[in-house]
């Protein structure tokens, strides 16, 4: 098959913008061009001399000779305004705008399907794991039962600085936004919602299940304190935010986003630093186990530059689990948690547990550990001072 020749029209120049200027630099067997490159700031100063740079979409959006549009900025509407106008006008797209993706999964499927161009975001998920692609392709028929990790770089590096290094969650949070991990608002990795977004689009692909962003619970870790970091050391655990989905028996997805007790004999437990780690289990393959690089400039700049290389043979995700699938969410299910409360709190709290293995108290605060359903840790979620670390 022949290569496709590439001209393509770049939206963003920030940490993952220029990573995939350098990474289109250093593989020249590609046949692409960036033709033009879209930036908002005109003061901002750039590694390249300005005639690559337009501040007007439309420059790129109504140049015919543009036949792949690359989406890095990191505003998320802005985002779905460029991608939806660069399919209408029939150019194939790359992303890697998760939140753009998870909050208009349906629109993005239609406007593929009505202007028949492709929509490839393999960096949207875990950077540097191919991991859509895999569930797309090699998953395609061995049947899928469960896919879990972690997927966001940032939460990670910060977990792993402040367990190991004692270094403080403040300093660690700089350090990640400062090595380009993190969302320009950090609140969407410390608080679960990037590794959601994520999660939402590996459901997609891996069950054919297309949910709302507000759907899928969430807890990220920015709540977490020391008795919760003290219990992990004691019992030889790592706490990770966990990204979980599985289909049960009745063939419905359970999913969730939580930060986790990690025991040595997971191999997620040495999943540190940026690094993500995707396990999947299915019912002829059994388990596998993915890991790589989960953000930052070229780990992220090589999955752009993966779906690109993609496009220039035609390939298009085909959704073919979408079109099968009748699967349905599931929300009447259990967890076992560990919840750090205020002493005062404890017997309001454990009454909303359905059984309780283990409870401690110390002068002002407290934890309990056991059985409660979705429903009623959704409804606690909001309490001031109450940390929930998934312990099973
Ligand atoms: N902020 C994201 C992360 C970037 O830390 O994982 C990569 O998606």
Same mark, same amino acid.
């Given at each position: ?9 770049? @939206? ?9 200027? /350098? ?13 033009? =490159? ?32 690359? /989406? ?34 349906? /629109? ?19 950077? %540097? ?7 797309? &392709?090699? +998953? ?9 990790? !972690? ?6 590096? =910060? ?41 939402? !689009? ?6 054919? #299940? ?15 304190? &020391? ?9 030889? @655990? ?16 359970? $999913? +969730? ?29 059994? %388990? ?26 035609? +390939? ?11 699967? &349905? ?8 948690? @560990?919840?750090?409360?205020?002493? /005062? ?8 547990? $359905?059984?309780?293995? &283990?409870?401690? #108290? ?31």
């Amino acid at each position: 098959m022949t290569k496709k020749n590439l001209t393509i029209g770049l @939206f963003g120049f920030g940490c993952v913008g220029y990573g995939l200027h /350098e990474v289109l630099q250093r593989t020249p067997t590609l046949k692409t061009s960036i033709k033009k =490159i879209c930036v908002k700031d005109k003061n901002k100063a750039r590694q390249i001399s300005a005639e690559h740079f337009t501040f007007d979409k439309n420059e790129i959006l109504n140049d015919d000779e543009i036949n792949v549009v690359v /989406e890095l900025i990191d505003d998320a509407d802005a985002a779905f305004s460029i991608v939806s106008a660069a399919l209408k006008k029939g150019k194939a797209v790359v992303t890697a705008n998760k939140k753009m993706i998870a909050e208009h999964f349906n /629109e993005l499927l239609e406007l593929q399907k009505t202007y028949q161009v492709p929509l490839l975001y393999e960096a949207a998920c875990c950077a %540097s794991i191919p991991i859509i692609r895999n569930l797309e &392709e090699y +998953y395609d028929n061995d049947l899928l039962e469960s896919i879990e990790g !972690i997927v966001n770089g940032s939460t990670n590096y =910060i977990l792993t600085k402040t367990a190991t290094e004692k270094i403080s969650y403040a300093d660690a949070l700089l350090d990640a936004q400062q090595k380009g991990y993190a969302e320009s608002n950090p609140t969407l990795d410390t608080g679960g919602f990037d590794a959601k977004y994520k999660l939402l !689009i590996l459901i997609a692909h891996a069950f054919g #299940l297309v949910l709302h962003p507000n759907e899928i619970y969430n807890q990220g870790i920015d709540k977490l304190g &020391e008795l919760e970091l003290n219990y992990a050391r004691e019992k030889g @655990f790592k706490i990770k935010l966990i990204a979980h989905a599985h289909k049960t028996n009745e063939g419905k997805i359970e $999913s +969730y986003v939580l930060p986790k007790f990690i025991s040595t004999d997971d191999k997620l437990f040495s999943v540190d630093d940026v690094f993500n780690g995707v396990k999947t289990k299915s019912c002829f393959s059994d %388990s596998q186990f993915f890991v790589g690089k989960g953000a930052g400039a070229h780990p992220t700049a090589s999955a752009v530059l993966s779906d690109i290389s993609a496009l220039s043979y035609d +390939y298009k995700y085909e959704y073919k689990k979408l079109n099968q699938s009748v699967a &349905e969410l599931e929300n009447d299910f259990s967890v076992k948690v @560990f919840l750090r409360h205020k002493k /005062e709190e404890q017997q309001f709290l454990q009454s909303k547990f $359905s059984s309780v293995d &283990e409870s401690f #108290l110390n002068h002002n605060s407290g934890y309990i550990i056991g059985n409660i359903s979705l429903e009623n840790l959704k409804q606690l979620s909001e309490t001031p001072d109450l940390s929930i670390v998934l312990a099973n």
